[in-house]
């Protein structure tokens, strides 16, 4: 492993990041990729689209003038078949990865990783309730139409509640593979100590992790199976500009599913505002942050800066009892 590259918030394109990294050496890859839709690309700017206001009356984190193209799907594909590879090479045998999806673009998603030689091992669903409708009235456009007053009533009558094909979304699919392990799972995890889930990890009232998590509280029964710990008022940080901010919750879910050690490598190639990298911190696992935005990556930084773990006091779950080291060190570990 590069240890110029470990515990860092690195700027920069992951295209040119990743090769830089050994193979075989990272345990777990936690990300939230860029989609590209709908104008949500690394050009996108809340400022100017906050002060479109004509026919747009929604909050700053949706663009207006939204564009349904079947080519984006394809174009996301290709780019992500060649980030999965990279990610393929640089995971440890049996090692995952877990990525955060659109829901229109999971499939392309999970093609992509599949081509690059991962195994898709699940599905996982972030689920809530609090989220902004993206469908929109055809008002304005029935207005610009140029037909008459009472042909434009009539139509705007006639399709009262009738809007464009996009309904409130409500949960977040996570994508979750696996490199192909080396030999059995017992010898992949006495070798590289990676390739299992620990199932110690509860969720809602200590209940056996499962594939579905929500941060909010629903009801009682969803509750009891699914709920993890609220995303706090500081944890995002009110320096924290970055428009889709994961729970740290959630992540701090999935490393310790994930990680068997205290010295396993959490990498994020595209970290955004560094949930993955204080979730990491904060387990005291180690971690290599990549983003290209310059922002964002002052962001992690800050965020990171606030994250102060004594080893006395880190949050690790995932600890070799003295029976396991026993049966690693009869395997020549």
């Not at 747009?56 to 984190?61: A, E, G, L, N, P």
């Not at 659109?102 to 081509?115: C, G, K, N």
Request: glycine share 6%; proline share 5%.
């Amino acid at each position: 492993m590069n240890k110029q590259l470990l515990d860092k918030i690195i700027l920069g394109a992951a295209e040119q990041i990743l090769p830089k990294i050994e193979a075989n050496s990272i345990d777990l890859v936690l990300t939230d990729p860029p989609y590209f839709l709908d104008k949500m690309d690394n050009n996108w700017n809340h400022k100017k689209v906050s002060t479109v206001t004509d026919y747009c009356h929604t909050v700053k984190s949706l663009p207006p003038g939204m564009k349904f193209d079947k080519q984006q799907g394809q174009r996301f594909y290709d780019w992500f078949l060649s980030i999965s590879r990279e990610l393929h090479r640089v995971l440890k045998p049996g090692g995952f990865l877990f990525s955060f999806s659109s829901p229109r673009l999971y499939h392309r998603m999970a093609s992509a990783v599949d081509d690059a030689g991962f195994l898709i091992r699940d599905c996982f669903v972030w689920l809530y309730t609090q989220n902004q409708p993206k469908a929109m009235s055809l008002n304005h456009f029935i207005e610009k139409s140029g037909r008459d007053k009472k042909t434009k009533n009539l139509l705007k009558e006639n399709l009262k509640g009738w809007k464009t094909p996009q309904i409130k979304s409500c949960f977040e699919p996570i994508l979750m593979a696996q490199k192909e392990c080396r030999g059995t799972f017992l010898e992949n995890m006495q070798k590289y100590e990676v390739g299992l889930l620990n199932t110690n990890v509860k969720i809602g009232q200590s209940m056996f992790p499962a594939n579905v998590v929500t941060t909010q509280s629903l009801n009682p029964l969803l509750d009891k199976y699914f709920l993890v710990s609220k995303p706090s008022k500081e944890e995002k940080g009110k320096f924290n500009i970055h428009k889709t901010v994961k729970p740290l919750a959630i992540c701090e879910y999935i490393i310790q599913l994930a990680t068997f050690c205290p010295s396993a490598v959490v990498l994020d190639p595209f970290v955004g505002s560094g949930t993955t990298a204080v979730a990491a911190r904060r387990l005291g696992r180690r971690f290599i942050g990549i983003d290209a935005n310059a922002e964002y990556v002052e962001i992690a930084q800050k965020r990171l800066n606030d994250v102060e773990v004594e080893p006395s006091q880190r949050k690790v779950t995932i600890i070799k009892s003295e029976s396991q080291r026993q049966l690693f060190d009869l395997h020549g570990r």
